[in-house]
């Protein structure tokens, strides 16, 4: 299951052609791991054997409360904190704290089942891109038609078509410029869009129209951070 799960089709992904394509696959991934853990995977001791180990980011211990399932999150919290109580917080302590277990409980702390999935789903993807962006000339033509790709996403792809088993020469260079124009316009349109937001505070631009600006904050906090935020005035 665990390599089926994350085979999102390429079109699913590039298609809809709404929002960056990468917090779209990130979001599927997402989504599905959530589902698998809270559902199918109850089924797979490995899988809980990697659940206890690393534990889960905030966002997703959040959102997998938010789906509901009670007993499934307190089977998997039952284990998980079997395994710090046995492991990671003596039960009687002497002396200094210990430099490998303060080491062991902050990697814990910073480690996610979930988060760890998603990017390796999604470096499976960039293969695909990778791949269908050198070979396949209707693929390039979607992949240019996004309407952006966010700054994290934009970062992530062009690591990893610039390291292994990414891209190379001609090939690397086309897939840098495309991503860049792809991140680089829309920056330059919500630069444009918060100056405008900024200047209809101006008393000199009482009764001008706000054009495109009204959402210009929460537009550029979603190409800063993959997030959009869900206030807004
Ligand atoms: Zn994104
Ligand atoms: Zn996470």
């Known amino acids: ?83 710090i109580k046995t492991e990671l917080i003596p039960k009687s302590v002497k002396g200094k704290p210990d430099k490998k277990n303060i080491a062991a409980l902050e990697r814990l702390q910073d480690s996610c089942y979930v988060c760890d999935k998603i990017s390796w789903g999604m470096e499976h993807m960039f293969q695909t891109v990778f791949a269908s962006f050198s070979t396949d000339p209707e693929f390039k033509a979607l992949f240019n038609e996004q309407p952006f790709i966010c700054l994290p996403h934009y970062t992530m792809l062009i690591k990893s078509a610039a390291g ?10 086309e897939f840098y410029s495309a991503s860049a124009a792809l991140a680089g316009k829309y920056l330059e349109t919500l630069k444009d869009d918060i100056s405008h937001y900024c200047k209809m505070y101006d008393y000199r631009s009482k009764g001008l129209d706000w054009g495109n600006s009204r959402d210009a904050i929460e537009r550029s906090v979603e190409f800063l951070t993959s997030e959009r935020p869900d206030y807004i005035e």
């Open 1 to 83: 299951m665990k390599e089926t799960i994350c085979t999102i089709p390429i079109n699913d992904v590039f298609g809809p052609k709404d929002g960056c394509p990468i917090c779209r696959l990130h979001n599927m991934l997402e989504q599905n791991y959530l589902d698998y853990i809270l559902g199918a995977a109850m089924m797979e001791p490995d899988v809980r054997v990697e659940t206890n180990e690393k534990g889960f980011c905030t966002k997703h211990m959040h959102m997998m409360v938010g789906k509901g399932r009670r007993l499934q999150n307190a089977l998997l919290l039952e284990t998980h904190l079997e395994r």
């Open 164 to 173: 292994k088993g990414g891209l190379k020469g001609g090939g690397l260079s």
